[in-house]
Protein backbone atom coordinates (compact mmCIF):
# COMPACT_ATOMS: atom_id res chain seq x y z
CA UNK A 1 0.00 0.00 0.00
CA UNK A 2 1.12 3.62 -0.85
CA UNK A 3 2.33 5.95 1.88
CA UNK A 4 0.41 8.33 3.54
CA UNK A 5 1.12 11.88 2.55
CA UNK A 6 1.14 14.73 5.19
CA UNK A 7 0.93 18.03 4.01
CA UNK A 8 2.17 20.67 7.29
CA UNK A 9 1.13 24.15 6.66
CA UNK A 10 3.71 26.24 8.53
CA UNK A 11 7.09 25.03 8.97
CA UNK A 12 7.76 27.10 12.24
CA UNK A 13 8.04 25.71 15.70
CA UNK A 14 5.03 23.27 15.59
CA UNK A 15 5.65 23.12 12.15
CA UNK A 16 9.09 21.08 12.21
CA UNK A 17 8.67 19.22 15.08
CA UNK A 18 5.55 17.65 13.71
CA UNK A 19 7.85 16.49 10.60
CA UNK A 20 10.46 14.88 13.09
CA UNK A 21 7.67 13.05 14.69
CA UNK A 22 5.74 11.93 11.38
CA UNK A 23 8.81 10.65 10.29
CA UNK A 24 10.14 8.65 13.73
CA UNK A 25 6.69 7.18 13.80
CA UNK A 26 6.67 6.49 9.69
CA UNK A 27 3.18 7.88 9.56
CA UNK A 28 3.57 9.04 5.88
CA UNK A 29 6.07 10.97 3.48
CA UNK A 30 5.72 14.89 4.81
CA UNK A 31 5.39 18.23 2.43
CA UNK A 32 6.43 21.08 4.70
CA UNK A 33 5.07 24.03 3.54
CA UNK A 34 5.69 27.64 4.36
CA UNK A 35 5.80 31.28 2.85
CA UNK A 36 9.02 31.88 3.91
CA UNK A 37 11.46 30.60 1.40
CA UNK A 38 13.82 28.22 2.70
CA UNK A 39 12.58 27.41 5.68
CA UNK A 40 10.47 24.47 4.82
CA UNK A 41 13.37 23.27 2.38
CA UNK A 42 15.77 23.63 4.97
CA UNK A 43 14.10 21.76 7.81
CA UNK A 44 13.09 18.49 5.66
CA UNK A 45 16.70 18.11 4.71
CA UNK A 46 17.71 18.34 7.66
CA UNK A 47 14.75 15.58 8.94
CA UNK A 48 15.74 13.74 6.11
CA UNK A 49 19.56 13.26 7.50
CA UNK A 50 18.46 12.41 10.51
CA UNK A 51 16.89 9.13 8.84
CA UNK A 52 19.93 7.40 8.04
CA UNK A 53 21.03 7.67 11.93
CA UNK A 54 16.89 7.00 13.44
CA UNK A 55 16.29 4.21 10.42
CA UNK A 56 12.91 5.94 9.09
CA UNK A 57 11.30 5.63 5.89
CA UNK A 58 9.76 8.68 5.00
CA UNK A 59 10.87 11.19 2.52
CA UNK A 60 10.44 14.81 3.73
CA UNK A 61 10.30 17.95 0.89
CA UNK A 62 9.71 21.19 1.38
CA UNK A 63 7.70 23.91 -0.14
CA UNK A 64 6.53 27.66 -1.14
CA UNK A 65 3.34 26.39 -3.40
CA UNK A 66 0.36 24.86 -2.55
CA UNK A 67 0.04 22.98 -5.49
CA UNK A 68 2.64 20.39 -3.65
CA UNK A 69 0.24 19.56 -0.95
CA UNK A 70 -1.32 17.86 -4.28
CA UNK A 71 -3.73 14.83 -3.00
CA UNK A 72 -2.16 15.05 0.78
CA UNK A 73 -4.29 12.56 3.47
CA UNK A 74 -3.68 14.72 6.18
CA UNK A 75 -2.66 18.48 6.54
CA UNK A 76 -1.90 19.73 9.39
CA UNK A 77 -2.11 23.35 10.33
CA UNK A 78 0.04 25.65 12.38
CA UNK A 79 0.65 28.54 9.67
CA UNK A 80 0.46 32.13 11.25
CA UNK A 81 2.01 33.93 14.56
CA UNK A 82 2.62 33.01 17.89
CA UNK A 83 1.64 34.68 20.95
CA UNK A 84 4.95 36.28 22.87
CA UNK A 85 4.49 37.67 26.38
CA UNK A 86 2.35 39.97 27.79
CA UNK A 87 -0.28 38.95 24.75
CA UNK A 88 -3.51 36.47 24.83
CA UNK A 89 -4.13 33.72 22.26
CA UNK A 90 -6.83 36.09 20.76
CA UNK A 91 -4.65 39.45 19.92
CA UNK A 92 -3.49 36.50 17.54
CA UNK A 93 -7.26 36.42 15.73
CA UNK A 94 -6.77 39.43 13.31
CA UNK A 95 -3.69 38.47 11.96
CA UNK A 96 -4.52 34.88 11.81
CA UNK A 97 -7.64 34.92 10.38
CA UNK A 98 -6.42 36.15 7.05
CA UNK A 99 -3.96 33.44 6.97
CA UNK A 100 -6.67 30.83 7.52
CA UNK A 101 -8.39 32.07 4.68
CA UNK A 102 -5.13 31.76 2.04
CA UNK A 103 -4.40 28.20 3.62
CA UNK A 104 -8.61 26.91 3.37
CA UNK A 105 -8.36 27.94 -0.40
CA UNK A 106 -5.13 26.02 -1.01
CA UNK A 107 -6.42 23.17 0.81
CA UNK A 108 -9.50 23.11 -0.58
CA UNK A 109 -7.94 23.25 -4.05
CA UNK A 110 -4.75 20.93 -3.94
CA UNK A 111 -6.01 18.37 -0.76
CA UNK A 112 -9.76 18.64 -0.99
CA UNK A 113 -9.76 14.89 0.57
CA UNK A 114 -7.37 15.72 3.52
CA UNK A 115 -8.26 15.10 7.28
CA UNK A 116 -7.32 18.51 8.16
CA UNK A 117 -6.05 19.41 12.17
CA UNK A 118 -5.88 22.89 12.88
CA UNK A 119 -3.85 24.10 15.45
CA UNK A 120 -3.23 27.66 14.79
CA UNK A 121 -4.56 30.23 17.12
CA UNK A 122 -7.17 31.42 19.01
CA UNK A 123 -7.76 27.71 18.36
CA UNK A 124 -11.69 27.63 18.16
CA UNK A 125 -12.13 30.62 16.10
CA UNK A 126 -9.50 29.68 13.51
CA UNK A 127 -10.31 26.22 12.92
CA UNK A 128 -14.55 26.92 12.06
CA UNK A 129 -12.73 30.32 9.95
CA UNK A 130 -10.49 27.43 8.10
CA UNK A 131 -13.51 25.19 7.78
CA UNK A 132 -15.61 28.33 6.16
CA UNK A 133 -12.92 29.03 3.98
CA UNK A 134 -11.71 25.70 2.59
CA UNK A 135 -15.66 24.33 2.75
CA UNK A 136 -14.76 20.63 3.58
CA UNK A 137 -16.45 18.75 5.23
CA UNK A 138 -17.35 19.19 8.79
CA UNK A 139 -16.24 15.70 10.15
CA UNK A 140 -12.43 16.40 8.30
CA UNK A 141 -11.69 19.20 9.94
CA UNK A 142 -10.93 19.48 13.23
CA UNK A 143 -9.08 21.55 15.64
CA UNK A 144 -6.07 20.34 18.48
CA UNK A 145 -5.98 22.00 22.28
CA UNK A 146 -8.13 19.16 24.00
CA UNK A 147 -5.09 16.20 23.87
CA UNK A 148 -2.44 19.02 24.89
CA UNK A 149 -4.24 21.20 27.93
CA UNK A 150 -5.45 17.73 29.32
CA UNK A 151 -1.98 15.96 28.66
CA UNK A 152 -0.92 19.18 30.99
CA UNK A 153 -3.41 18.52 33.41
CA UNK A 154 -2.48 14.81 33.37
CA UNK A 155 1.30 15.98 33.85
CA UNK A 156 0.55 18.21 36.85
CA UNK A 157 -1.67 15.48 38.35
CA UNK A 158 0.94 12.60 38.06
CA UNK A 159 3.72 15.44 39.60
CA UNK A 160 1.39 15.93 42.46
CA UNK A 161 0.10 12.34 43.51
CA UNK A 162 3.90 11.16 42.52
CA UNK A 163 2.45 8.02 40.22
CA UNK A 164 2.78 6.90 36.48
CA UNK A 165 1.46 9.45 34.14
CA UNK A 166 0.22 5.98 32.24
CA UNK A 167 -2.43 5.96 35.30
CA UNK A 168 -3.68 9.33 34.91
CA UNK A 169 -6.89 9.95 32.92
CA UNK A 170 -7.75 13.82 32.16
CA UNK A 171 -10.51 15.41 30.36
CA UNK A 172 -10.09 19.12 29.52
CA UNK A 173 -13.16 20.85 27.49
CA UNK A 174 -14.26 23.58 25.94
CA UNK A 175 -12.09 26.85 24.51
CA UNK A 176 -8.87 26.76 24.14
CA UNK A 177 -8.26 30.21 26.01
CA UNK A 178 -8.53 31.32 29.60
CA UNK A 179 -12.50 29.50 29.93
CA UNK A 180 -11.05 26.05 29.81
CA UNK A 181 -12.83 23.66 31.17
CA UNK A 182 -10.50 20.94 32.91
CA UNK A 183 -13.63 18.42 34.62
CA UNK A 184 -12.16 16.99 37.99
CA UNK A 185 -15.20 14.25 37.63
CA UNK A 186 -13.87 12.70 34.42
CA UNK A 187 -10.50 12.74 35.36
CA UNK A 188 -8.94 10.02 37.28
CA UNK A 189 -6.01 7.89 38.37
CA UNK A 190 -6.35 4.27 37.94
CA UNK A 191 -10.58 5.17 37.12
CA UNK A 192 -10.42 6.63 40.82
CA UNK A 193 -12.04 10.06 40.25
CA UNK A 194 -10.09 13.04 41.56
CA UNK A 195 -12.66 14.05 44.14
CA UNK A 196 -12.86 10.94 45.34
CA UNK A 197 -8.61 11.29 45.75
CA UNK A 198 -9.28 14.34 47.62
CA UNK A 199 -11.49 12.36 50.11
CA UNK A 200 -9.03 9.65 49.98
CA UNK A 201 -6.19 12.46 51.59
CA UNK A 202 -3.93 11.50 48.40
CA UNK A 203 -4.46 15.77 47.99
CA UNK A 204 -6.27 18.78 49.20
CA UNK A 205 -9.05 20.99 47.14
CA UNK A 206 -7.02 23.49 47.62
CA UNK A 207 -4.04 21.96 45.52
CA UNK A 208 -6.26 20.38 42.93
CA UNK A 209 -7.90 23.86 42.55
CA UNK A 210 -4.26 25.33 41.72
CA UNK A 211 -3.71 22.48 39.39
CA UNK A 212 -7.00 23.32 37.50
CA UNK A 213 -5.25 26.95 37.36
CA UNK A 214 -1.75 25.65 36.47
CA UNK A 215 -3.44 23.64 33.60
CA UNK A 216 -5.60 27.09 32.31
CA UNK A 217 -2.68 28.74 32.27
CA UNK A 218 -0.53 26.16 30.75
CA UNK A 219 -0.02 28.00 27.63
CA UNK A 220 0.88 31.31 29.14
CA UNK A 221 3.62 29.48 31.71
CA UNK A 222 5.45 28.58 29.00
CA UNK A 223 5.06 31.53 26.86
CA UNK A 224 6.15 32.88 29.74
CA UNK A 225 9.65 31.37 30.30
CA UNK A 226 10.25 31.26 26.22
CA UNK A 227 9.54 34.86 25.61
CA UNK A 228 10.31 34.38 21.82
CA UNK A 229 7.26 32.08 21.33
CA UNK A 230 4.72 29.35 22.54
CA UNK A 231 5.11 25.34 23.42
CA UNK A 232 5.68 23.01 20.41
CA UNK A 233 6.68 20.13 21.51
CA UNK A 234 3.76 19.05 23.44
CA UNK A 235 1.45 20.90 20.64
CA UNK A 236 3.15 18.65 18.01
CA UNK A 237 3.20 15.42 19.94
CA UNK A 238 -0.95 16.29 21.00
CA UNK A 239 -1.58 16.87 17.07
CA UNK A 240 0.49 13.41 15.84
CA UNK A 241 -2.14 11.54 18.08
CA UNK A 242 -5.02 12.66 16.28
CA UNK A 243 -3.38 12.21 12.88
CA UNK A 244 -2.00 8.61 13.88
CA UNK A 245 -5.86 8.03 15.17
CA UNK A 246 -7.10 8.78 10.93
CA UNK A 247 -4.41 7.69 9.50
CA UNK A 248 -4.83 3.89 10.93
CA UNK A 249 -8.79 3.98 11.83
CA UNK A 250 -7.95 3.82 15.88
CA UNK A 251 -11.25 5.07 16.74
CA UNK A 252 -9.26 6.91 19.49
CA UNK A 253 -12.02 9.04 22.26
CA UNK A 254 -9.85 12.10 21.79
CA UNK A 255 -10.93 15.83 22.85
CA UNK A 256 -10.53 17.64 20.13
CA UNK A 257 -12.11 21.01 18.72
CA UNK A 258 -15.05 19.49 16.64
CA UNK A 259 -18.14 20.51 14.37
CA UNK A 260 -20.99 20.65 17.29
CA UNK A 261 -24.53 20.25 16.00
CA UNK A 262 -27.08 19.13 18.36
CA UNK A 263 -25.18 17.87 20.98
CA UNK A 264 -24.71 20.06 24.18
CA UNK A 265 -27.07 22.16 22.70
CA UNK A 266 -24.75 23.68 19.97
CA UNK A 267 -25.85 24.84 16.66
CA UNK A 268 -22.41 23.93 14.49
CA UNK A 269 -20.06 25.98 16.39
CA UNK A 270 -16.19 24.31 17.04
CA UNK A 271 -15.68 23.93 20.47
CA UNK A 272 -14.01 20.97 22.31
CA UNK A 273 -15.55 17.91 23.21
CA UNK A 274 -14.80 14.28 23.26
CA UNK A 275 -14.81 12.47 20.28
CA UNK A 276 -14.02 9.29 18.30
CA UNK A 277 -11.25 9.67 15.70
CA UNK A 278 -10.94 7.25 12.79
CA UNK A 279 -11.34 6.52 9.27
CA UNK A 280 -14.01 9.27 8.98
CA UNK A 281 -12.46 11.94 10.56
CA UNK A 282 -14.59 12.81 13.36
CA UNK A 283 -16.73 10.07 13.75
CA UNK A 284 -18.80 10.65 16.52
CA UNK A 285 -19.41 14.05 19.16
CA UNK A 286 -19.80 12.72 22.80
CA UNK A 287 -22.17 14.38 24.87
CA UNK A 288 -21.40 13.64 28.41
CA UNK A 289 -23.31 14.30 31.49
CA UNK A 290 -22.55 17.58 33.58
CA UNK A 291 -23.36 18.86 36.20
CA UNK A 292 -24.59 22.11 37.59
CA UNK A 293 -21.24 23.71 38.14
CA UNK A 294 -19.98 21.83 34.96
CA UNK A 295 -22.55 23.15 32.59
CA UNK A 296 -21.98 26.71 33.62
CA UNK A 297 -17.76 26.89 32.90
CA UNK A 298 -18.57 25.00 29.29
CA UNK A 299 -21.67 27.51 28.68
CA UNK A 300 -19.27 30.39 29.87
CA UNK A 301 -16.23 28.88 27.68
CA UNK A 302 -18.68 28.32 24.61
CA UNK A 303 -20.20 31.81 24.72
CA UNK A 304 -16.10 33.19 24.88
CA UNK A 305 -15.37 30.97 21.67
CA UNK A 306 -18.97 33.05 20.12
CA UNK A 307 -17.57 36.16 20.75
CA UNK A 308 -14.26 35.49 18.82
CA UNK A 309 -16.55 33.91 15.92
CA UNK A 310 -18.72 37.13 15.93
CA UNK A 311 -15.21 39.00 15.60
CA UNK A 312 -14.20 36.87 12.41
CA UNK A 313 -17.06 37.61 11.03
CA UNK A 314 -17.11 41.74 11.77
CA UNK A 315 -13.22 40.98 9.92
CA UNK A 316 -14.20 39.27 6.96
CA UNK A 317 -17.70 39.63 5.23
CA UNK A 318 -17.62 36.76 2.96
CA UNK A 319 -17.50 34.85 6.75
CA UNK A 320 -20.95 36.64 7.96
N1 LIG B 1 -3.90 24.86 19.48
C1 LIG B 1 -2.94 24.81 20.38
O1 LIG B 1 -3.07 24.13 21.40
C2 LIG B 1 -1.68 25.56 20.17
C3 LIG B 1 -1.62 26.52 19.20
N2 LIG B 1 -0.46 27.19 18.93
C4 LIG B 1 -0.48 28.12 17.83
O2 LIG B 1 0.12 27.50 16.68
C5 LIG B 1 0.59 28.50 15.78
C6 LIG B 1 1.99 28.15 15.31
O3 LIG B 1 2.91 28.17 16.39
P1 LIG B 1 4.49 28.01 16.10
O4 LIG B 1 4.76 26.90 15.17
O5 LIG B 1 5.15 28.03 17.42
O6 LIG B 1 4.77 29.40 15.36
P2 LIG B 1 5.99 29.79 14.40
O7 LIG B 1 6.01 31.27 14.30
O8 LIG B 1 7.23 29.09 14.83
O9 LIG B 1 5.55 29.17 12.98
C7 LIG B 1 4.53 29.68 12.21
C8 LIG B 1 4.92 29.54 10.76
O10 LIG B 1 3.83 29.96 9.97
C9 LIG B 1 4.38 30.56 8.81
N3 LIG B 1 3.36 31.36 8.14
C10 LIG B 1 2.92 32.60 8.46
N4 LIG B 1 1.98 33.00 7.58
C11 LIG B 1 1.79 31.96 6.72
C12 LIG B 1 0.97 31.75 5.59
N5 LIG B 1 0.12 32.70 5.18
N6 LIG B 1 1.05 30.58 4.95
C13 LIG B 1 1.92 29.61 5.34
N7 LIG B 1 2.75 29.76 6.40
C14 LIG B 1 2.69 30.93 7.06
C15 LIG B 1 5.57 31.35 9.32
O11 LIG B 1 6.47 31.66 8.27
C16 LIG B 1 6.12 30.40 10.37
O12 LIG B 1 7.15 29.58 9.83
C17 LIG B 1 0.45 29.83 16.55
O13 LIG B 1 -0.72 30.49 16.13
C18 LIG B 1 0.31 29.38 17.99
O14 LIG B 1 -0.38 30.32 18.79
C19 LIG B 1 0.68 26.93 19.65
C20 LIG B 1 0.66 25.99 20.64
C21 LIG B 1 -0.51 25.25 21.00
O1 LIG C 1 -0.33 29.66 24.81
C1 LIG C 1 -0.12 29.81 23.58
O2 LIG C 1 -0.05 30.89 23.00
C2 LIG C 1 0.07 28.58 22.76
C3 LIG C 1 -0.97 27.62 23.15
O3 LIG C 1 -2.10 27.70 22.73
C4 LIG C 1 -0.64 26.68 24.21
O4 LIG C 1 0.55 26.39 24.46
O5 LIG C 1 -1.58 26.18 24.83
Known amino acids: MARAKIALIGAGQIGGTLAHLAALKELGDVVLFDIAEGVPQGKALDIAEAAPVDGYDATMSGANDYADIAGADVCI???GVARKPGMSRDDLLGINLKVMKSVGEGIAKHAPNAFVICITNPLDAMVWALREFSGLPKEKVC???????????????????????????????????????????YSTVAGIPLPDMVKMGWTTQEKLDAIVQRTRDGGAEIVGLLKTGSAFYAPAASAIEMAEAYLKD???????????????????????VPTVIGAGGIEKVIEIDMNKDEKAMFDKSVDAVKGLVEACQGIDSSLA
Not at 149 to 156: Q, T, V
Not at 250 to 272: I, S, T, W
Request: charged letters at 20%.
Open 143 to 185: GMAGILDSARFRHFLADEFKVSIKDVTAFVLGGHGDTMVPLTR
Open 250 to 272: QKRVLPCAANVEGAYGLDGMYVG
Open 77 to 79: VTA
